[in-house]
C-alpha cells in the first residue's frame, strides 16, 4: 500500500534553532499538507499545498514557518526560530485529485524544543 | 464554542460489548464527515467517512444529523483491537472537493479489555 514517508521520526533541537522537517507523499497525490499534533491535544491544519503554491494555511502557520516542494518528490516545513511551544508531532498528508476528500497521512515527526 | 465537540472518554469495555461515541460540529458548512482513528503516537488513519443516509462497515455503523450537526460511530462486538483514540472529523469541503483542511475533535479514548 502506498504510504506518505516522513524524515526524521524524531528530532531534537535548541529553542532559536532552524528546522526542517521532510516528506515524501504519495507519488500520484497532487495536494500536500502539514499538520501537528500538540502532546495531549487534538490534531491541528497548519497549511495545504498545490500545484506548488499554499492554498491554505491557518492561524498557527505565522512567518516562522514555511513549506516548500523543492523537487518532484519531497515537500518540507521549515521552522526558522524554534520557540518551546513548537514542540510537538507534525503530520505531513497527502491526497488525490480524484476520488474522495481523504488523506493519507504520514507516521510523523516528533520535534522537541528544549 | 469549540469547532467539533466529542465525549472525552476514556470508555473503558469488555471484549464483545457494543460502543458508541458522539461528535458534535459548529460549523453548519461542513460538507464532509469522517472518523479516523489514532493509535497511541501513531497518525491518524481513516476509520470510514460518514454520510447522510448512514453507513455501515463491517461491525462499524457510523450516523449523521445535518440538521442537529451530530455524527456518531457505533462499534458492535469490540475486540481487543479496537482499543485507540476515535477521532471526528470535519470538513468544509466535499467529499470530493480539493480542500483538506480537515478539523478534528480531540478524540475519545476507548480501551477494549478482555
Known amino acids: 500500500e502506498p504510504e506518505v514517508t516522513q524524515t526524521p521520526s524524531h528530532q531534537v533541537t535548541q529553542m532559536g534553532q532552524e528546522v526542517i522537517l521532510r516528506c515524501v507523499p504519495i507519488?500520484?497525490?497532487?495536494?500536500f499538507y502539514w499538520y501537528r499534533q500538540i502532546l495531549g491535544q487534538k490534531v491541528e491544519f497548519l497549511v495545504s499545498?498545490?500545484?506548488?503554491?499554499?492554498?491554505?494555511k491557518s492561524e498557527i502557520f505565522d512567518d516562522q514557518f514555511s513549506v516548500e516542494r523543492p523537487d518532484g518528490s519531497n515537500f518540507t516545513l521549515k521552522i526558522r526560530s524554534t520557540k518551546l511551544e513548537d514542540s510537538a508531532m507534525y503530520f505531513c498528508?497527502?491526497?488525490?485529485?480524484?476520488?474522495?476528500?481523504?488523506?493519507?497521512f504520514g507516521a510523523g515527526s516528533r520535534l522537541t524544543v528544549l | 464554542r469549540k469547532e467539533v465537540e466529542q465525549d472525552p472518554g476514556p470508555f473503558n469495555v469488555p471484549e464483545g460489548a457494543t460502543v458508541a461515541f458522539n461528535c458534535t460540529y459548529s460549523?453548519?458548512?461542513?460538507?464532509?464527515f469522517f472518523w479516523y482513528r489514532q493509535d497511541c503516537r501513531k497518525e491518524p488513519k481513516l476509520l470510514m467517512s460518514?454520510?447522510?443516509s448512514g453507513n455501515e462497515d463491517g461491525r462499524f455503523t457510523a450516523q449523521l444529523n445535518r440538521a442537529s450537526q451530530y455524527i456518531s460511530l457505533l462499534i458492535r462486538d469490540s475486540k481487543l483491537s479496537d482499543s485507540a483514540t476515535y477521532l471526528c472529523?470535519?470538513?468544509?469541503?466535499?467529499?470530493?472537493?480539493?480542500?483538506?483542511?480537515?478539523?478534528f475533535g480531540k478524540g475519545t479514548k476507548l480501551s477494549v479489555k478482555p
Open positions: 498528508a497527502s491526497k488525490s485529485v480524484s476520488g474522495a476528500n481523504v488523506l493519507t
Open positions: 507519488s500520484n497525490h497532487l495536494y
Open positions: 499545498f498545490y500545484n506548488n503554491e499554499i492554498s491554505e
Open positions: 460549523n453548519s458548512a461542513s460538507q464532509s
Open positions: 460518514v454520510y447522510s
Open positions: 472529523v470535519v470538513n468544509i469541503g466535499g467529499y470530493g472537493g480539493s480542500q483538506g483542511n480537515l478539523i
